[in-house]
């Protein structure tokens, strides 16, 4: 006798469980990510109560509705970083940050004062390039 488990392994009954998928593996990456996830949802809560500071018809749900965007919220974070195909990835993307040759302290140093000396030569460049065209462009009488 086989027994059905398709409802059982669908994905909104996956979304709908506790459990920690992978429980030791990616912790970092996902609780980065739940952390992201979650201060989001609490700006919005804070903004939508912010909000319904001047609407008198809001007075009663003023702390109701935030606390329920805040809780249903952090409960979508908390299922989403445990789907089996999301926290799959977010371990995929931690043991390839491992594999990350992070510069040294000076090569970083000297990589950014490369960077702005090129953003500052690049942006003299056009504003050279602006003047030369505005004054063509006076001479020929196409601008005023």
Known sequence: MSTDNS??????ADFFQFAIYK???????RQTTFGAIAATVAFAAWRLHESQQGAEWFNSSRFVLPAVLL???????????????FATFLIAVEAEMTKVSWPSKAELYR?????IFVLFSLSGALFGFDVLWRLLFQLIGVVQ
């Open 7 to 12: 409802a059982a392994n669908s994905p909104l």
């Open 23 to 29: 429980r030791n593996q990616g912790k970092v990456t």
């Open 71 to 85: 809780l249903a919220g952090w409960f979508v974070a908390f299922r989403l970083v445990n789907l089996p195909k």
């Open 111 to 115: 990589s950014s004062v490369v960077v």
